[in-house]
């Protein structure tokens, strides 16, 4: 599923295109459950004569400002992707919906159709019950701190919540915890003031690597990320996802892997050990 390095890629691939203050001219709803909270007709209707300003992002949301100062939520899911096309163009079989402007084409490709579009005058009620923006400065070591004290779950799962911190998902948690040397099991209020600063720098040391490597592409399947028809390069620098069975890069123990919340979650053993 793509996390916050990918979608924060995707946003500036967008940012950076011609959507930005170009008028839509048509809506092509070609998975109607695509579209979240209104029917397919109303959604073409409120987009077609608009156009979009701006392109943010909030923990996995891509957030479009509309001129009529409504708000378009795209959440990419499990394999979903924004692809810019030149017009005239025929759909693919895995397209769901197509934003077509006068020269181009804005494309949401979704082969697992887990990915959602919702059409919004108040982005507030989505995005406002998500944690803090794990890249923020306004999230300093003594606010995380005390954000873990309150929990007695595993610190892996509270990093997957997004109501407790937007943005991160499976492969930059486990890299995370092993960065910051920390047993994916360990229980979040027993980190120490030391080991909670620890995280939360280590959190964003791979995320911002994470940007800086346009995400994280493993595999050559077509559900795998890619943006601006570029795959993400950040699977070169992974650690320890993914690795089960290698050599830890810091002490050449073996990675083992055990499920968290569900997910498949990998560490080193002898550097993150379960402790307390």
Known sequence: MPELPEVETVCTDLRDSAIIGSLIVAVDVLWERTIGMMDADTFRKRLVGRK??????????LVLGIDDGSTLLIHLRMSGSLVLMDNPDTPDDHDRVIIRFD???????????FGRMILTDEPGHFLGRLGPEPLSEDLDAVAFHH????RRGRVKALLLDQHFIAGIGNIYA??????????????????????????????????SA??????????????????????????????????????CPRCSSPIERTIVAQRSTHFCPHCQPLQP
């Open 210 to 247: 994470g940007i800086a490597h346009r995400g994280t592409s493993l595999g050559d399947g077509e559900s795998n990320f890619k943006s601006d028809g570029s795959m993400g390069s950040h699977g070169n620098s992974l650690s320890v996802f993914g690795r089960t069975g290698r050599q």
């Open 52 to 61: 979009f300003l701006t392109v943010s992002r909030r923990g996995k949301f």
């Open 147 to 150: 954000m873990l004290l309150t």
């Open 174 to 207: 486990d890299e995370s915890l092993f960065i910051a040397r920390l047993h994916p099991c360990r229980i979040a209020c027993t980190l120490s003031a030391v080991e909670s600063a620890r995280l939360l720098s280590a959190i964003r040391q791979v995320l």
């Open 103 to 113: 020269a181009l084409s804005l494309r949401f490709h979704d082969p697992r159709k």
